[in-house]
């Protein structure tokens, strides 16, 4: 069974930076294009980023281009997701999801890593 | 972008009811449809994708229709376990949009 562990959450300041990390196991990581999805407390789901099994093809949604950054490392089959100038609507539950659309969507995902954005 | 509409927003039924939830996307994206499930403090769970073929492991039951901008995920002879909130995903395009969900309660 395919298994995603996020860490990396926490509580930061508005304007301050976070960094998370899947760690994937038990499928080819190296093969799959992977993204991030997030829910605020209470709300619905929003897809965040998607990257390529090569890593060079990326893409964000609106709310966060400019200021997250998603990457992976095959080496260590861990997929990252940077966050830089975070405001109080990032925070969410930030889960790592196995797929994107080119693979019809996310058939795994993580359990979720909380991001608290808040003074 | 592609918006995604979903209906209701809550529902309410009973043990053995016949349910259906439909989604409504902004522009044509084929088949490009997924419905996810979703437990209170849980991950989602996929259980159909390309409109109608069913994730391995989710009960038959489960069942998926439409095309174009129209869809519905309908779950027959509801069990106490179906108790969720559910959600459309459209993967036509990027930004890849979810559906606002639906509520599905205990009558």
């Known amino acids: 069974e395919v298994q995603l562990l996020e860490s990396g959450g926490g509580l930061v300041q508005p304007g301050g930076s976070l960094r998370l990390s899947c760690t994937a196991s038990?499928?080819?990581?190296?093969?799959?294009?992977m993204s991030w999805v997030r829910q605020a407390p209470g709300k619905g789901l929003e897809w965040v980023s998607v990257?390529?099994?090569?890593?060079?093809?990326?893409d964000y949604a609106d709310s966060v281009k400019g200021r997250f950054t998603i990457s992976r490392d095959t080496s260590k089959n861990t997929l990252y997701l940077q966050m830089d100038s975070l405001r109080v609507e990032d925070t969410a539950i930030y889960y790592c999801?196995?797929?994107?659309?080119?693979?019809?969507?996310?058939?795994?995902w993580g359990q979720g890593t909380l991001v608290t954005v808040s003074s | 972008d592609i918006q995604m509409t979903q209906s209701p927003s809550s529902l309410s039924a009973s043990v053995g009811d016949r349910v259906t939830i439909t989604c409504r996307a902004s522009?044509?994206?084929?088949?490009?449809l997924g419905w996810y499930q979703q437990k209170p403090g849980k991950a989602p769970n996929r259980l159909i994708y390309?409109?109608?073929s069913l994730q391995s492991g989710v009960p038959s039951r489960f069942s998926g229709s439409g095309s174009g901008t129209e869809f519905t995920l309908t779950v027959n002879s509801l069990q106490p376990e179906d108790f969720a909130t559910y959600y459309c995903?459209?993967?036509?395009?990027?930004?890849?949009?979810f559906g606002q969900g639906t509520k599905l309660e205990i009558k």
């Open positions: 999801a196995k797929g994107a659309a080119s693979t019809g969507g996310f058939d795994s």
């Open positions: 038990r499928f080819t990581f190296a093969g799959q294009a």
């Open positions: 990257i390529s099994v090569s890593g060079s093809v990326t």
């Open positions: 522009q044509g994206i084929g088949k490009d």
């Open positions: 390309a409109t109608y």
């Open positions: 995903l459209q993967y036509n395009s990027y930004p890849l949009s």
